[in-house]
């Protein structure tokens, strides 16, 4: 059985020593699932370039979004993460549960959890009730390609966790 595990900032390209220097320095730590994208010498630079790139929606919108497809995706460490940066995106711990359940009380907010569950879930067939109750709360064409990248951003993180399994080192997100 093959076991993953974290590199140490040594052990990664010049290039990745530079970008776990600033994650240090912005997080205090180099979380064990961005220290394993350092594995590849371009993809932790690449990744954060997307998962950092200017969209309409707002922090609060991106966290729900990763919260219920890390939910529907079953990734504890995206989860666990999403769950800590979702408090300090201003969410409550109900909410975050809420949110994890598919759901929020906000309709706006709401439309757009359903949306990213139905399209995660159903690998982009949602259906078109769920896309119109989007619409119908202020959403547009724009934010709907802003969800796609957004979801694919995660998805991505999902299944890189769910393959390779390396510790979680953030506060373990309850189970629902």
Known sequence: MT???VPTREQVSENNQVVFDNLQK???FVPNLYAFIGNSKNGLE???AYQTAKSTLTNKEKEAVNLIVSQVNECVYCQSAHTVLGKMNGFSDEQLLDIRKGKATDAK???LVQLASDITANRGKAS???I???FAQGYTNESLVDLNLLISDKVAMNFLHNLIKIPV???LAPAL
């Open 46 to 48: 690449r990744y954060l």
């Open 132 to 134: 119109d109750n989007f």
């Open 26 to 28: 912005a997080l205090g």
């Open 109 to 111: 907010l709401n439309a």
């Open 169 to 171: 080192d953030f506060p």
């Open 3 to 5: 076991t993953f595990t």
């Open 128 to 130: 078109q009730a769920t």
